[in-house]
């Protein structure tokens, strides 16, 4: 086998799939004999998810750290490391977004574009646009791009499904036909867009390291930007619930303090640095001719 570094993800799978296997095996034993390999096992992974812990609180101490942690976690392995230990929480939609986001360079690069429909346990739903449409041998290449990219780093995903495009909305618009998505210039006021997408501010509006509310309906939303890039939450501490638009932004940092109780939160990611089980709801955004789009509902 290889070394432990250079696991495939299969390999992987197979080494998951023996541990399974081995505590299943241990489970069919009675209850005197179960107890120390299941004591030996608790240990163990108390251990690690006590080292884990402390690498990841003084990773996060620092930018640089940070960014090598985020870097990590796009490991699958690393990533089903943390899942584990409850260090990080899976959020399928906001770890898919980031996926599409490595691959859509490539795809404008040739005329295409990709947009996250739905993604749920094992089947993700994507739109393509541009050059993605048809059966020429480059929009061919371009789904297979968006597929080796979703299972890479998204291996628990085994369906890549592509939503059909609708004619209506991709002819009403030039523009907006070429990147598939429905023109804006038709849209008054703050109508739902498809797909529980719903139209926000303007872009510019938000500005670095300054807590952004933008109550879109129900649904009250903070809007961050952090070293140029804007992420969007449910304006809801993981804490109480209370809203964070009133807190404040480390701009060295990126860390959030809720301005209720002063629970931190990593502005980038919505994880909490106070309570590791506790994260913000980060919801998918995206900037559209300026404008930034939510989704807003499944
Ligand atoms: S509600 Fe945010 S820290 Fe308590």
Redesign the pocket.
């Known amino acids: 086998m290889a070394s432990v570094a250079t696991l495939t993800n299969s390999e992987l799978d197979e080494l998951a799939r023996k541990v399974d296997e081995a505590l299943a095996a241990v489970r069919t034993l009675s209850p005197e004999a179960q107890r120390p390999a299941l004591d030996l096992k608790n240990a163990i992974e108390a251990f690690h998810k006590l080292g884990l812990t402390k690498i990841i609180q003084r990773l996060k101490e620092d930018p640089r750290g940070k960014e090598l942690l985020f870097e990590l976690v796009d490991d699958p392995a690393v990533y089903a490391l943390f899942a584990m230990h409850g260090l990080v929480r899976e959020d399928l939609s906001v770890r898919a977004a980031r996926v599409l986001d490595t691959v859509r360079p490539y795809m404008q690069s040739h005329g295409g574009d990709v947009e996250l429909v739905s993604v749920s346990a094992e089947t993700i739903v994507v739109k393509l646009s541009g050059s993605c449409n048809g059966c020429s041998m480059s929009a061919v290449t371009l789904r297979n791009t968006v597929e080796e990219a979703i299972h890479e780093h998204l291996p628990q995903i085994r369906n890549v499904q592509v939503a059909p495009n609708e004619p209506d909305h991709a002819h009403a618009d030039a523009d907006s036909a070429k990147a598939g998505f429905v023109p804006l210039g038709s849209i008054a006021g703050t109508p739902k867009l498809d797909h529980g997408w719903t139209l926000g501010p303007p872009a510019a509006d938000v500005q670095e390291a300054v807590p952004f509310r933008w109550d879109a309906d129900s649904t009250s939303i903070l809007i961050v930007r952090f070293h140029g890039r804007l992420q969007a939450f449910r304006n809801e501490?993981?804490?109480?619930?209370?809203p964070?638009d009133g807190?404040s932004i480390d701009p060295e940092s990126g860390v959030l303090v809720?301005?209720?109780?002063?629970?931190r939160f990593d502005c980038a990611s919505g994880e909490c640095l106070?309570v590791p089980e506790a994260q913000l709801e980060a919801l998918p955004l995206r900037v559209e001719q300026g404008r930034v789009i939510v989704r807003t509902a499944a």
């Open positions: 501490c993981a804490h109480l619930g209370m964070l807190g809720c301005p209720w109780h002063g629970f106070t």
